[in-house]
């Protein structure tokens, strides 16, 4: 358990914590260094509660073992290329008050299977340019939560895989 008043995780703070499974960012955290789980064998869950993150660093070191990744409703920004290789993913929820989902967000996370989509009003994606282009083949749940009120562009493009789709009542708008 991390505090909520904690805002840095420095090099090595839990390096080679061998049986740490799980793990809680707090939501006051504004820098988390690449290194800073390295060599946890175990880590397969990830709460990420940052508000805001301005890069892909905080995963270095066990982007190949991630399994469950959780980005809590106090998230705002997904940032690009966040998730990228992280090859063992299965399953990613997306907090309530995400605006932004960055390019190539999930890039290359060739095990994602299942999305479950919250954002109440995320932007718009270009077309080609969704942060699942590169995994649209391998998603088989898409689920989208009751207050979600707009469903981006282009967002789930191509995401051949999936053969049913709920659309809440509160969603007012589906971008192109």
């Known amino acids: 358990d991390l505090p909520e008043s904690l805002t840095s995780i420095s090099i090595g703070a839990f390096e080679n914590c061998l049986s740490l499974s799980s793990i809680v960012i707090p939501k006051d955290i504004i820098e988390v260094n690449s290194r800073a789980f390295v060599g946890c064998a175990a880590l397969d869950t990830m709460v990420w509660n940052a ?12 982007r190949s073992q991630i399994r469950y990744l959780i980005f809590g409703d106090d998230v705002v920004n997904v940032p690009a290329y966040f998730c990228t290789n992280m090859s063992a ?12 989902v960055g390019v190539g967000a999930f890039d290359g996370c060739s095990a994602l299977e299942s999305i479950e989509w919250n954002a109440r009003r995320c932007r718009d994606c270009k077309e ?48 192109a």
């Open 51 to 62: 508000k805001y993150s301005n890069h892909a660093l905080p995963v270095d070191g066990v």
């Open 89 to 100: 993913l299965k399953s990613v929820r997306i907090g309530l008050n995400v605006k932004q």
């Open 128 to 175: 080609g340019y969704s942060p699942f282009a590169g995994v649209v083949h391998h998603i088989q749940s898409l689920t989208i939560g009751s207050e979600v009120e707009y469903i981006p562009s282009f967002l789930f493009a191509g995401m051949k895989s999936v053969v049913s789709l709920e659309i809440p009542a509160n969603v007012t708008t589906i971008g």
